[in-house]
């Protein structure tokens, strides 16, 4: 059979009612009378009176001085913004380390494909100028291209989109095809 906590005075339920003064009169009348027949609840009870009467008369603990967070968020503050500063001068020692090993290095075959790669810009500029120019010129000359090419430019527009004529009408082809393959079975 389960014995009440707050009924057996050898609970913790029972000793935090005794320790918070929350017993009733009968309650306070049957732990006097138990203090005096049970010898470890005695001892229990003396030493957490001496703890009691021991908290009661020490000292305060000593107060902070009112700058103390102050000073305190201030030097973790700094040790922070140091810490970034630090890790910003070893990755830019890092990268610059990087860069100069890779130059000597690489450096005339970098220095090559630099060079590549400026002329291929500029002669994909010179070509494009160059296609436009015709094309301009053709507009202006030959009043029937413009249409032609917005002709092939809608006839491309509308064939070859995902999403143009040409794929719906033969998406709603194959359904149909597939629904009459399927009601003929």
């Not at 500029?122 to 015709?134: E, N, V």
Request: hydrophobic share 55%; with cysteine.
């Amino acid at each position: 059979m389960l014995r009440d906590p707050v009924a057996d005075v050898h609970s913790d339920a029972w000793w935090m009612r005794v320790c918070e003064g929350t017993l009733s009169p009968q309650e306070e009348a049957s732990w006097q009378a138990h203090l005096a027949q049970c010898e470890a609840c005695r001892q229990e009870w003396g030493a957490m009176a001496q703890v009691d009467v021991f908290l009661r008369t020490a000292a305060p603990p000593p107060m902070l001085a009112v700058e103390f967070t102050a000073r305190t968020v201030e030097r973790i503050t700094h040790k922070q913004k140091l810490r970034q500063m630090l890790r910003f001068v070893v990755g830019a020692l890092v990268l610059g380390l990087v860069a100069w090993i890779g130059w000597a290095y690489f450096g005339v075959a970098l220095s090559n494909a630099l060079s590549a790669l400026v002329v291929m810009i500029s002669g994909r500029q010179i070509l494009f100028d160059a296609l436009m120019r015709t094309l301009v010129g053709l507009a202006v000359t030959i009043k029937s291209l413009v249409p032609l090419m917005l002709g092939i430019a809608g006839a491309l527009l509308l064939f070859l989109t995902p999403n143009g004529i040409l794929a719906s009408v033969a998406l709603v082809w194959v359904t149909r095809r597939k629904r009459a393959g399927s009601t003929a079975a």
